[in-house]
């Protein structure tokens, strides 16, 4: 269980993150960074458009193998090629937008917090404060990284995924119809039961993740900090054998290491058991889901009212859908290395300020500090 008090700390160490690295969306030159933004929502629409288009390939090509025409055959396997190659092209160009903000976020956010850790030798008088603060550089190097890439990551995503879910919730509803049934010698009716039924399942799905991974964020955190206690005891030893520190603490420092590496693999036992529990419901979630939409519409398919097309169209419009609203269950354990490194970053920054007495105020780049470019 998580105490109030580290509840506390995390909020502390989340507004000071944000705080800082807001600037970059707010600056005087954000605007290109939010052009870009538009291009990328716009390549969204584009592999959604390409998506949408290969459900209906999918359909008329099942259709066309199941009544045995040659010809429709020909031209669908004709449609296959603008298709694969307006998705790859779209793909590509959709990576490199992301890590180019991605880059840039990283560089501008990196370059603020190092020269706030250089300025007015922090970086000397931190390493005399006790605590957990461990290795600073990591957080700068590593957890910075994480921090700016998975919000990128995660925006664009989380619109691709409610996107999808609004065009192929109405694809479901077409194709899928109404069902019938009878209960206790009452006939009774569900308009659109597969919308209804992939709602129902994704619900399950998703509090099952939350329910089962709710600890990751903690053990993650957890672990690197071990990690970082690790590194920092083998630089206490390669600082007595150069001569940096004196060689009467050899002893102690050696012990200390093997304890941190004692620590460190716990640690990782603990994550192994945590993603292990993860992968159980997110596995589960993807085999079961294409089977579920094919053993929904199979009922319709055997009665006639639905074609093979039909069928293979809207099982996998079902496993589209369901991976929309299961966005966290497919995310969950990069969502929780992110919350992690963000709070590691959000420390640093506050570590830093308490140094001059400074609470919550901006990190501001020294005279020497050099802007990153944009692009």
Partial sequence: MISDDENEDGNREWSRFWLTARQFWLGSTAWRVWLLCV?????????????????????????????????????QATLLIPLCLASVVLAIVSVWGRMVMQRNWR????????????ENDRYARLATVQGDLKI????????????TDAPIDFV??????LLTAVVFVQVLWQVGGSIGFA???????????????????????????????????RVIQTKNQAESELITAAHHLRDIGEGIAPKQEERGVIAGLWMALDRTIRQWKRLCWQLMRNTLVSHLNSLLAPIIGLVLCAPK????????????????????????????????????EWMSSLERVGGLLLSLDRLNGDTASDVRPSRAAHQPADG
């Fill in 39 to 75: 291009a990328l929502i716009v390549l969204v629409v584009l592999q959604l458009y390409v998506q949408f288009r290969f459900n209906y390939w999918n359909r008329d090509f099942f259709d066309a193998l199941e009544g045995r025409d040659p010809t429709r055959l020909r031209q």
């Fill in 107 to 118: 560089q501008w956010l990196s370059t603020k917090v190092i020269n706030y850790w250089v």
């Fill in 136 to 147: 600073p550089e990591y957080r700068i190097a590593e957890d910075i990284r994480i921090a």
């Fill in 156 to 161: 664009v995503s989380v619109i691709s995924s």
């Fill in 183 to 217: 209960v206790a010698g009452h006939q009774l009716w569900i308009p659109g039961y597969l919308v209804v039924s992939v709602v129902i399942y994704s619900g399950l799905v998703t509090g099952a993740m939350l329910w089962v991974g709710s600890p990751l964020t």
């Fill in 301 to 336: 398919f055997l009665d006639d009212q639905m074609t093979l097309g039909e069928l293979t169209q809207a099982a996998a419009a079902f496993t589209l859908v369901q991976g929309s609203f299961n966005w966290m269950v497919d995310n969950f354990n990069r969502l929780a």
